[in-house]
């Protein structure tokens, strides 16, 4: 099965040929005629959307040739903690409950107190419609800086549902442009 940032490219492309197939408008598609009632709607077009948007509740990991994959419900049998942040563009105070990241990272190598090379590694944070972020190991690692980097699964107290279900929260940051929404892969990668 492909990634949900491929399976989106694909969807997106297949609307996009089918846009280009399209006859032009009052016609049915035969030679001109003008067009008689509205066919019934693409299924398969509302099945690849609904599948995108069940794609977008698992979250995969990837370290070297480690990996991990974790759903919302998944994520809740894991210890939680809780942060306020002010929503800059919300204009609005939010406590978040999640999972820290580095408790995802740890068991597939990612270092806990890096040192050293340890400071090449970066974090790529997807969500499912490709808004990318990067991190260094050293903003997710608690022994080195001091925000709070949450893979969110509650925000004041309720399930995420609009930008969720899981999202990634960073204290810390003034604007909350490095959190990501729907948040499906993250991948961490060497400097060269």
């Known amino acids: 099965m492909p990634s949900p940032s491929l399976h989106a490219i694909l969807l997106l492309a297949g609307l996009a040929v089918s846009a280009a197939c399209a006859q032009t408008p009052g ?7 003008p067009m008689g009632p509205r066919p019934t709607p693409d299924v398969s077009g509302i099945q690849q959307q609904m599948q995108l948007k069940q794609a977008a509740g698992v979250f995969k990991i990837a370290f070297g040739k480690k990996h991990a994959a974790w759903t919302a419900q998944s994520l809740a049998a894991l210890p939680h903690v809780t942060v306020d942040v002010y929503n800059e563009p919300a204009k609005a105070k939010q406590t978040y409950s999640g999972v820290p990241l580095i408790a995802l990272l740890t068991p597939l190598g990612v270092p806990d107190k890096p040192h050293g090379k ?8 997807e969500g499912s419609d490709g808004y990318q972020v990067v991190y260094s190991v050293a903003e997710v690692t608690p022994d080195v ?3 709070n980097i949450l893979v969110a699964d509650s925000m004041n107290g309720k399930p995420i549902v609009d930008s969720g279900p899981l999202q990634l929260v960073v204290t810390g940051d003034k604007h909350p442009a490095r959190w990501v929404r729907n948040l499906v892969a993250i991948r961490v990668m060497t400097a060269q």
């Open 145 to 147: 800086h001091d925000a």
């Open 27 to 33: 016609t049915n598609g035969s030679m001109g005629e």
């Open 118 to 125: 340890d400071f090449r590694l970066y974090l790529i944070a």
